[in-house]
């Protein structure tokens, strides 16, 4: 399957502990993204990759949040000290420049406990 | 603020029949309007798309309609089947392409038979 991998698919977590999440996007895909979504909502943009450089972050990615793509291939998204609201599905997207349609992984579902 | 809304939660529609599933925009800015489903536990998966220089976009059985003026779009699917039951997402962007998608808050489509 050559799809969006995302990694794990769930995590619980303590509060005030640090989780990290990995996105393997679509090999030929040079842009990644990051979303949140919560209960109700629909996914909420974090953040975006055009290969290593980060192009875009929202206001919803706190001091807390930080997200990397080091060579330009699989990105990481490291939340510190997690907090309850912090709980969520977290989406990976990845697309080719210039390309209307964004392609999912399944997400990572985090719930702080 | 919720530059993209879908009104309806929910829509109960029979096998075989049309299902129209509606979203509207409050950014003028936006140029690119895509819609996709969710399974539960899945991630978003791309259906179809549509430029603001068009309005009307057909796949299938999908049919994408823009209306600029009234900052409107809708879902036709027809025939509607039993598969189609899930979560569907209107997205917008205001760049042509899928960087940083708006999403709107879901309408849960159930397809009975």
């Known amino acids: 399957d050559t799809g969006v991998s995302q990694d794990p698919r769930h995590k619980i977590t303590k509060r005030g502990q640090n989780v990290t999440f990995r996105c393997d996007p679509i090999s030929e895909h040079n842009r990644l993204y990051w979303y949140r979504q919560t209960l109700g909502q629909g996914p909420e943009f974090l953040t975006y990759f055009q290969n290593e450089a980060q192009l875009e972050k929202s206001r919803l990615l706190s001091d807390r949040f930080s997200a990397e793509r080091p060579k330009g291939s699989f990105s990481t998204l490291e939340i510190q000290r997690t907090e309850q609201g912090d709980s969520a599905m977290y989406l990976c997207a990845s697309s080719l420049p210039g390309v209307g349609e964004a392609f999912f992984g399944q997400g990572t579902r985090l719930t702080v406990v | 603020d919720q530059q993209v809304k879908q009104n309806s939660p929910s829509l109960s529609v029979q096998e075989g029949r049309i299902s129209i599933l509606n979203c509207d925009y409050t950014n003028s800015m936006f140029d690119y309007f895509l819609w996709y489903k969710k399974y539960p536990a899945e991630g978003p998966t791309f259906l179809i798309s549509i430029s603001s220089i068009k309005d009307k976009n057909e796949d299938g059985r999908f049919t994408v309609f823009l209306n600029k003026s009234a900052k409107h779009l809708s879902l036709h699917i027809v025939p509607s089947q039993p598969g189609d039951s899930a979560v569907y997402f209107c997205?917008?962007?205001?760049?042509?392409?899928?960087?940083?998608?708006?999403f709107g808050t879901g309408t849960r489509l159930q397809v009975t038979l």
């Open positions: 997205a917008a962007s205001a760049s042509g392409t899928a960087s940083k998608l708006t």
